[in-house]
């Protein structure tokens, strides 16, 4: 079981908007900086998002993070077909341990 | 550009031994920590830990502390996950993952990953 938690699935229309949902503690997102990460079947994840809302250089800004509390969100906008992946949200914990979620598998429609 | 490759699959029986290599690429080896991370089939990534590329101190999260070892062969630049006494829990997909901000600091950022090396652990 995943210390942060992620619905497992979401879905919408191409070109349609979706955030999808990361829920921690005080202890790691309440504290510390959220980094989200793209995977697609048998690939590497790939960094989208780092310190909870800044991109890498060459990830499109359809991508974007956000923080309240402790909970992250991430937003994809002008969904493409392309975007169908699995994505996760990770932060460092005041244990001293990286804290993944159990990832939420995007569906465009 | 930066790049980190791994070795490739291994079919490993209950009890023995693995070592995964890491080559990295493209940057000074010594100048960015090392991170590795577990995926079991149709699971979320699980931090196991980091290696301090520059002084060779590993840190392992709890859970992989005793049969996981990281060590170093920097003249290769090439960081290296060994595991003992293999149990079929252990089938995963092992990742190395750079450490995004230089050494001496520990940021938890993860920027360039390798491609993964798959380890099967069955009788």
């Known amino acids: 079981q995943s210390v942060l938690t992620q619905p497992p699935s979401v879905s919408a229309a191409p070109g349609q908007k979706v955030a999808i949902s990361c829920s921690g503690a005080?202890?790691?997102?309440?504290?510390?900086?959220v980094f989200w990460y793209q995977q697609f079947p048998g690939i590497a994840p790939k960094l989208l998002i780092y310190?909870?809302?800044k991109r890498p250089s060459g990830i499109p800004d359809r991508f974007s993070g956000s923080k309240s509390g402790t909970s992250a969100t991430l937003g994809i906008s002008g969904l493409q077909t392309g975007d169908e992946a699995v994505y996760y949200c990770?932060?460092?914990?005041?244990?001293?341990?990286?804290?993944f979620g159990g990832g939420t598998k995007l569906t465009v429609l | 550009q930066v790049q980190l490759v791994q070795s490739g699959s291994d079919l490993k029986k209950p009890g023995a031994s693995v070592k995964v290599s890491c080559k990295a690429s493209?940057?000074?080896?010594?100048?960015?920590?090392m991170n590795w991370v577990r995926q079991a089939p149709g699971q979320g990534p699980e931090w196991m830990g980091w290696?301090?590329?520059?002084?060779?101190?590993?840190t392992y999260a709890q859970g992989f502390r005793g049969r996981f070892v990281f060590s170093l062969d920097t003249s290769a630049s090439t960081t290296y996950l060994q595991i003992s006494r293999l149990k079929p829990e252990d089938t995963a997909v092992y990742y190395c993952?750079?450490?995004?901000?230089?050494?001496?600091?520990?940021?938890?950022?993860?920027?360039?990953w390798g491609n993964g090396a798959t380890v099967t652990v069955s009788s």
């Open positions: 290696i301090d590329t520059n002084t060779g101190n590993p």
């Open positions: 990770t932060s460092w914990d005041t244990s001293l341990s990286g804290v």
């Open positions: 310190d909870t809302n």
């Open positions: 493209g940057y000074t080896f010594t100048k960015y920590g």
């Open positions: 993952a750079r450490e995004g901000v230089a050494l001496p600091q520990y940021y938890y950022y993860m920027d360039v």
């Open positions: 005080t202890s790691n997102i309440g504290s510390n900086y």
